[in-house]
């Protein structure tokens, strides 16, 4: 784009033959058209996504079958870990009963 003086020539202005504010009749008009058009698009979408929901319905469904159970049998590492977990919680309860008892003497001999 050039600047210039001003001398180059402009672009012709476009004139509307019809008044460029529009009465309330056209409005009403449009407003009624869109309305028409959005009710049309909304009957539309209701549609087929009713048939969309149909069609996915009647796929054929597989029926669930109850399978038998899988028997675990722990592996000599997952024993020993076991065995060790039995072992700390035997000592925790004699350390917990041991525990009580202290404190059953120390209570009798506060009374």
């Known amino acids: 784009m050039v600047l210039g003086n001003g001398s180059e020539t402009k672009r012709p202005v476009i004139r509307r033959s019809y ?4 009465s309330s009749y056209m409005r009403k008009q449009q407003y009624e058209t869109s309305a028409r058009i959005a009710m049309v698009a909304l009957i539309g979408i209701v549609l087929s996504l009713t048939v969309m929901i149909a069609i ?27 065995d060790s977990l039995y072992r700390i919680d035997a ?8 525990i009580r008892d202290m404190i059953d003497a120390i209570l009798i001999k506060l009374d």
Do not use: C, F, Y
Not at 56 to 82: C, D, F, N, S, Y
Not at 92 to 98: A, Q, R
């Open 19 to 22: 008044n460029i504010k529009r």
């Open 56 to 82: 996915g319905k009647h796929e054929p469904v597989q029926e669930a079958r109850a399978q038998e159970p899988i028997r675990w049998t722990p592996t000599p590492l997952e024993q020993r870990k076991m």
């Open 91 to 98: 000592a925790t309860k004699s350390d917990i009963d041991s």
